[in-house]
């Protein structure tokens, strides 16, 4: 299992792209060891990168409302972003920022962490794992990637921009819970017994 308190540290020392050189701190992400959900957003913005934590300005204020209609708390789910460091000016994350920020760091916090439902804030997130889709025809439907199962959402700054979103926004949130107590239930559920076959064993498909 890797260390998610040394990788936090090593993300904070990170020039490992030009972003790196202008911020004034990096955002590795915050909440449990063992999320059952970890929210994935764009990239640090200006109070984000002054006080390290990732969604504390608007943006994270309307999120903690949605993790709220989730029955969630904060304290109970991860959130970071596909770069830990603001772009000049908030700009967009180039593709070459996030290629670096993803290989070296966002894919290690996914593996030490193993969330049960990954949620893509905004289209830069959802491109990382479901390239092919587009976040108008796909929030709030849950998608298979290999073994992570992801559920793509607007980023809430949207909301702040075209307020007609925030409903949506909270309609999508509020399937949240019954997605997790389903991957709870698969993820307990007794596995029959197999008879005994030279063929290898089958491995259980989900069913979305």
């Known amino acids: 299992m890797l260390d998610l308190t040394s990788l936090n540290e090593k993300i904070s020392l990170c020039t490992a792209c030009k972003l790196g050189e202008d911020r004034t701190n990096a955002v590795p992400g915050e909440g449990p060891k063992d999320p059952d959900v970890m929210f994935i957003g764009e990239a640090p913005g200006f109070y984000e990168d002054r006080e390290g934590k990732p969604f504390v300005g608007q943006s994270g204020k309307f999120l903690n409302e949605l993790i709220k209609e989730a029955g969630l708390t ?3 789910v991860f959130i970071s972003n596909i770069v830990k460091c603001r772009p000049p000016n908030n700009r967009d994350p180039l593709p070459d920022e996030i290629d670096t ?16 439902i990954i949620v893509t804030l905004g289209r830069h997130s959802l ?19 290999g073994d992570l199962l992801i559920f793509p959402m607007y980023h809430p700054a949207a909301a702040l921009h075209q307020p007609k979103l925030r409903g949506t926004l909270i309609s999508d949130m509020q399937k949240l819970p019954n997605l997790i107590k389903k991957e709870n239930k698969i993820e307990n559920q007794e596995v029959p017994a197999q008879p005994e076959t030279d063929e290898p064993n089958p491995k259980q498909l989900r069913m979305l």
Do not use: Y
């Open 74 to 76: 904060r304290e109970k």
């Open 101 to 116: 920020c993803e290989e070296l760091w966002l894919s290690q916090q996914i593996k030490a962490l193993q969330p049960k």
């Open 127 to 145: 491109s990382r794992f479901l390239p092919n889709e587009t976040i108008s025809r796909v929030h709030g439907q849950p998608r298979l990637k």
